[in-house]
């Protein structure tokens, strides 16, 4: 056993309850804390500086995406495009949640979203219902780019905690679709950005994780859950991502990532860890610390996507949060 995997076991208990009870009221302390987090982004979201499209109708709901273009954005444009998904531990939280960071993108000269997704307080979804509406979602910004004037082989997931896990998941997972989409246009982005993800969530070789393991099961999960766990589906030609983690966070350990990263790099795929001392969980959010983990983690977010070549020039973060 690995001193990662040793590492993860033993801290699997501190953040267990976040992947395992999805109902709104009795969340256990670590789905509780991140719930928390999430809720001080209103919903429904209040975004008047971008447009609303509804990219999935599931019964009476329909699920949109905020669009932020650039300034001088046209249809004729073949630009790239960023999409975010919310955390609040697949059970509430809200897409204004990356407003902040969809506006700098935008100001950088790409199409950026965030997107609504079902969960469980709202619709009693469970986290592979999660992750089909992400799938759904990037599948209809490539079907639609022409139309938004997106590059459809520039297109970046991204996301926070259980947004983060979304965001994983369909850059490495196959199949969880919504039934009866167009499969023949892929769901998996070209690149993913993503912010203490949840990024395993069944026993991996080498690992006892015991009871913990027997608790994570179908009813709570939606499948079975090594098929919703994005570390257990890495393999050669996985796109490229950038993960950002805070090294205190006992909601979703840093190890998890640890984990994560050593997969994808064994497999040949690229995979950029960055750690924070002492950082817990939602660290990177626009308004904590004066927005000091807010810049640090966009700028190298930004250093990035330039080194794919989907952003031209240095990090514009400072002149962006200047008043």
């Known amino acids: ?31 509780r804390n991140a719930a928390r987090g999430a ?38 444009n073949c630009r790239p495009a960023i999409v975010f998904f919310f955390g609040g531990g697949w059970t509430s939280g809200s897409p204004q949640q990356f407003a902040q960071q969809c506006r700098y993108f935008a100001s950088r000269g790409m199409v950026a979203m965030t997107a609504d997704y079902r ?20 599948r209809w910004v490539r079907q639609n780019a022409a139309r938004l ?88 030609g996985d796109p490229p991502i950038i993960v950002f983690h805070g090294k205190a966070d006992t909601t979703v350990p840093f190890s998890t990532s640890e984990v994560f990263a050593a997969k994808m790099k064994a497999a040949g795929n690229r995979c950029e ?11 990177f959010n626009y308004g904590r610390e004066a927005n000091r983990f807010f810049r640090e983690t966009l700028t190298k977010a930004d250093q990035f996507l330039a080194s794919l070549g989907y952003l031209t020039g240095p990090p514009r973060v400072e002149e962006f949060l200047k008043p």
């Not at 993860?8 to 109902?23: D, E, N, P, R």
């Not at 896990?165 to 679709?177: E, R, T």
Request: charged share 15%; aromatic share 6%.
């Open 149 to 236: 004037g997106i590059d459809p082989n520039r297109i970046v997931a991204a996301g926070g905690s259980a947004g983060g896990h979304l965001a994983g998941s369909i850059a490495v997972i196959p199949g969880l679709d919504e039934p009866g989409e167009d499969t023949s246009v892929s769901a998996v982005p070209n690149a993913a950005v993503l912010f203490n993800p949840v990024l395993v969530l069944a026993p991996l070789e080498g690992n006892d994780f015991g009871r913990l393991a027997s608790r994570l099961t179908v009813e709570r999960l939606g499948v079975e859950p090594r098929m919703v766990s994005p570390a257990h589906h890495v393999k050669a």
């Open 39 to 76: 809720s001080r982004f209103g919903y429904p979201p209040v975004l008047p500086d971008a447009r609303a499209e509804t990219y999935k109708t599931i019964g009476q709901t329909n699920l949109q995406l905020y669009i932020f273009a650039p300034a001088d954005h046209a249809a004729t």
């Open 1 to 31: 056993m690995t001193s990662c995997q040793a590492n993860l076991a033993s801290t699997l208990s501190l953040w267990v309850a976040l992947a395992l009870t999805l109902s709104a009221h009795s969340l256990p302390g670590a789905e």
């Open 119 to 138: 969960v469980a307080s709202r619709h009693g979804a469970k986290p592979a219902q999660c992750v089909a509406d992400a799938k759904s979602a990037i």
């Open 273 to 283: 860890l960055v750690g924070f001392d002492g950082q817990e969980h939602g660290f």
